[in-house]
């Protein structure tokens, strides 16, 4: 069963062979196929998979995902039954769920992570939930053996920083830019400097988010990073009606980018 | 109603579910208004645009046709006669000061019923400082006046084209542009909730309603009131009153919700836009569209000390449905020659229900507004009532 070592262990194995890390998002119970998407990203080269759990006022989402989101709710998209559906693929790597805490607030901290390590989930993002709050939701997530990955912003100083690392499992999320998720034209120049300043705080792996859209950006964020989170650009293609074949194609392509030498 | 400490908390509700990269801006407002609010320099120049710019004190009128048909003492605290129309001055005067010191050129604002977009665009004028309101597409359309007196203003105004296209969209946007703008914009919350120090911060700028109205109660009648009562969406008003009030036992504490956005009434606990507190949502933890007549009030969420003034039994909360706000309203602009906003008709709706329960009592109710934005949907209501 998936627990937190494991996460930890396989991205830092995988790192340390050399590799830079690829975390493709899908949203969960966006098309009735969603889940053989995890599953093409898995076999395109993800280290990892995120899993969106659609909310109905997701704050730190631009329009892409916000739209993603709600399209797989009018299609009647859940909490239990996107875990349920999870349960039943064996994707081969870590899956990671990203989620606004409201839904889990709402189930229940110890019932919701007694259920997600069931479906194979290895680890939570909650963006709404930071350091001054985690402390009510970490417990549970202990308890069942479930990492709670935190996220930096350019804006968090360097004592918090260090706070941020010490307390987050798995991975450290570095959010590239100030702003909301999106596929952007350029990387931000920020990406660049909070990942050096990541990779000076801490030896967990780090995955930089926010506005990679394309292989460029996936190397550049990468020249300091250890890995890249992937979504609004995937999910523009699933919402134009890309299927797991097309999705996974697309995951191949930034795998292909990555591994290039540099 | 106290200070809620570092983390914000009223008991189990509040704290400070925010994104990482808000967290500093929230610290930084949290120590910048601790230190103004103990500041005598700030304080003096708040006052002195409260008296001179806003019209305060605000008067307190003993409705006496209207006392007589319920059968108590009805006394009004007449936020409508404030400069905007309504109470939300008092926290935007308040916050754009906060933002000018803090060296923030540009406010961002979500509105409901236009009430607190206009007061955040005055405010702004006044100060010269930038201004984005954000408001639901649907409340755009019920409160178009208010956003020309926006943009007259010199704000510029921006559709929320999500969700139910509300307020709680308009919120939602308001801190989609903040987490991108935060280094130089300040986010002007318009009521009691959000993640701390907002509630706490907006409820002191209130607060001067519920001591001004318990003094000017003292001196018309030489006592207390029974009952304090005011409608809640955000729930700023009320606190604003409540804040006069709540130390004295005798005074009961009422707050009023809309049947179709009852948090207190149909909510259970739940976060979001940056609080713990009561919210309406469905099985799954998704959260609902409020439905009200009134855009101000058409929020699913309260302010996280409602939820505990709720808890500890220190408040009560009772809903209204629209057809009573709507009897309401033109009760009181009949007896007493005064059109509320639909949002305070709902606390008068409320009293006229409850006319047996306060016969004999003074009740002192929170005009939070002056009706003229909301007259064309009335008579579009009406209009159709009387044609159906
Ligand atoms: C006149 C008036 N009263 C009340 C409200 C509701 O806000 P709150 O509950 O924060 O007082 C509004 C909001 O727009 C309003 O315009």
Redo the contacts between chains.
Sequence with gaps: MADVVSLDAHLRTRRDAGRKLLVPYITGGLGHDWAEVVRAYADAGADAVEIGIP??????D?PTI?QAS?VA?DQGA???GILEELRGIDAGVPLVAMTY???????GYARFAAEAVAANVSAVIL???????VGEWEPYAVEAGLATV????????DA?LAR?CARSQGFVYG?NL???TGARQDLSESSTVLAGRLKATTDLPVIMGFGIGTVSHARAATAQADGVVVASALMRLRLDGAGPEDLGAAVAELRAGLDEPR | MGDPGA?GRFGDFG???????L??ACAELDRAFRSAWVDPLFRAELDGLLTNYAGRPSLLYEAKRLSAVIGCTLLLKREDLNHTGSHKINNVLGQALLAQRMGKPRVIAETGAGQHGVASATAAALMGLECVVYMGEVDMERQALNVFRMRLLGAEVRPAL??SRTL?DAI?EA??DW?????TSHYLLGSVMGPHPYPWMVRELHRVIGDEAREQCRALLGRDPDVVTACVGGGSNALGLFSGFAELPAVEMVGVEPDGGAAVGRG???????S?SY?L?DE????MEAQSISAGLDYPGIGPEHAHLDASGRARYEKVTDAEVLNAFQVLSRTEGIIPALEPAHALAWVLRAKEELAGKVVLLNLSGRGDKDVAQVAEILDRKSDG
């Design positions: 909310f109905s006022d997701p704050v730190m631009g916000q709600e709710l859940n909490l239990p805490v409201n839904l889990v607030f709402h189930m963006p709404d939930l930071p350091l001054e709050e935190q996220l930096a912003s350019p804006l968090t100083d918090r941020l959010v100030l702003g909301v | 983390t704290g400070r579910y925010i994104p990482e990269t967290i500093p999500s969700g709680k939602n801190m989609r987490v991108a703008s935060v280094e259970v606990p739940g976060i979001v836009h940056g713990k919210l949502q799954y933890g998704q959260v």
